[in-house]
């Protein structure tokens, strides 16, 4: 028996965008230790994209900006199912419109933070609901969120307020659930990633490297690391965690003070 111990178990993981997105690589994880893997994503292009990757593999299709989808997700769920539960469910799904570029957050427009939290928060609220009847009793719902929520990073924008929204909502839903089971939440809370979600955000890149500076190791945070903790949260050998927004930044949220970083800021001699 591995250490996950999540052979045979079956998971839902939604959000999939690409072979280097987390979901991605947290479903090959999870695979490889041979559990099965239910893909969920956003649109029948992306099912066709990924389709030859994922070869036999179920893939859904649920654009979460859209209520009935998320309905007719759980009704395919129980039809793919059948007689199985899931043992957990990763919901790695985000959107931000940037299209204008950046802007002051006070000049935030209506719509765009309201569709943002919709799809970036709310619909683990929605996601929960529906996949609800078809949990295990002790499953484990994993959300991905930032580690800065905290810090107002501008070229961030208006998602890190949403992505706050979504870190508190893991602890509501941890209540709620446990009022009829032992089903869990928690949220991998990242530090910047090279992604292709990320490369949509303006100015990125140069707080990408800044971050890199800041962390112990000087070295950025990987994919790989990300979805290794979201696996182990998945995994009952992370039972005794629930309702957490647990850090993964390479040391980079305590390194501030990083003695080459103030240096090279503030063009001090020695």
Do not use: W
Not at 51 to 64: A, M, R, V
Not at 175 to 188: E, T, Y
Request: with cysteine; glycine share 6%.
């Amino acid at each position: 028996m591995s250490f996950l111990d999540i052979n045979g178990k079956t998971f839902l993981v939604a959000g999939v965008a690409n072979r280097k997105s987390i979901a991605f690589v947290v479903s090959q994880l999870l695979e490889s230790e041979g559990a099965r893997v239910i893909y969920s994503v956003r649109s029948q292009k992306r099912k066709d994209e990924l389709q030859k990757y994922l070869k036999e593999s179920t893939i859904l299709i649920c654009d979460f900006e859209e209520e009935d989808q998320i309905t007719d997700l759980g009704s395919a769920l129980k039809e793919v199912l059948q007689e199985e539960k899931l043992s957990g469910v990763l919901h790695s799904i985000a959107f931000a419109n940037f299209s204008e570029g950046l802007q002051p957050f006070h000049k935030t427009k209506r719509k765009d933070y309201l569709q943002a939290t919709q799809i970036s928060s709310f619909s683990l609220i929605e996601l929960a609901n529906v996949c609800k009847p078809l949990l295990c009793p002790d499953a484990s719902i994993v959300t991905i969120g930032i580690s800065s929520t905290t810090v107002t990073a501008e070229n961030y924008g208006y998602m890190a307020p949403i992505k706050a929204a979504l870190e508190t909502s893991v602890r509501y839903l941890a209540k709620s659930f446990s009022r009829d089971s032992q089903v869990r939440f928690n949220s991998v809370n990242a530090g910047p990633l090279k992604t292709s979600a990320s490369a949509g955000i303006p100015g990125y890149l140069v707080n990408y490297l800044y971050a890199e500076k800041l962390t112990f190791r000087k070295k950025a945070l990987s994919t790989k690391e990300v979805s290794n903790l979201a696996a182990f949260l998945l995994s009952p050998c992370s039972s005794g965690i629930n309702g957490q927004g647990i850090v993964i930044d390479a040391g980079m949220g305590f390194n501030y003070f990083d003695k080459d970083v103030v240096e090279s800021t503030m063009k001090i001699d020695e």
